[in-house]
């Protein structure tokens, strides 16, 4: 994930940042455009999610320790109790035949720091998921972008609410707009900074448990509210 930084001038970066944006909007599977997109318009965001970090007890440990979230390190979840953290990760990215090895690697970030930051970023995502419940389809992911522009302000979350809304059915968009984003405009606001927080140490908690203390509002089932 950390891979070889390619530094860019400034009529470099804009050129891919645009090619990015325009290649992820045509084929919205390209993780390595959207991420790309990710770096070239993100280093402001990211600079301020830095100084977040080196401003909490908890976060100055992640920077300093700079854990992966890769096979080789978080594979103890697979072994912790039901109803944990841990337990519920290891179950989610089985189901769903995920491997934390997938990300494409940051590329284009100034510095060695800010890179951890972004590819932290990027690796933190899954756990996002369960710990909010969203499911992985293309509405999931795009409530789930609302959060991530709430807690770094990255545009290309905002750019990836915008693309994925647009490629809505008619249905989806309804449900989108009533249910699920009004939640994650109210839930990414309402938790703590989850860029600060070291995961894997909270693994053997309980889930439930580290939703109150982190201020997660988990999303509610749009078929038990009749939406």
Known sequence: MLGARVQLKGWQQAAVAFGSAFGALLDPRRADLIAALGETTGNPAFERVL???????????????RPRVISSQV?????????????????FMGSRNFSPDDRPPVRFMDTDELAYVATRAREVHDFWHVLFGLPTNLIGETALKVI???????PMCMLSVVGGSARF??????????????WATKAGLKCADLMSVYYEKHFHEDLEEVRRN??????PDPKKRGV
């Open 51 to 65: 100084q977040r970090m080196k401003n909490s007890a908890e976060g100055k440990e992640v920077l300093l320790e």
């Open 75 to 91: 594979s103890h979840a697979w072994d912790m109790p039901q109803n944990t953290f841990g337990a519920a990760y290891a179950q």
């Open 148 to 154: 991530e522009f709430e807690q770094m302000f990255l």
């Open 169 to 182: 059915s008619e249905k989806q968009r309804t449900l989108f707009f009533q249910h699920y984003f009004p």
């Open 214 to 219: 982190w201020g997660i509002l988990p999303c």
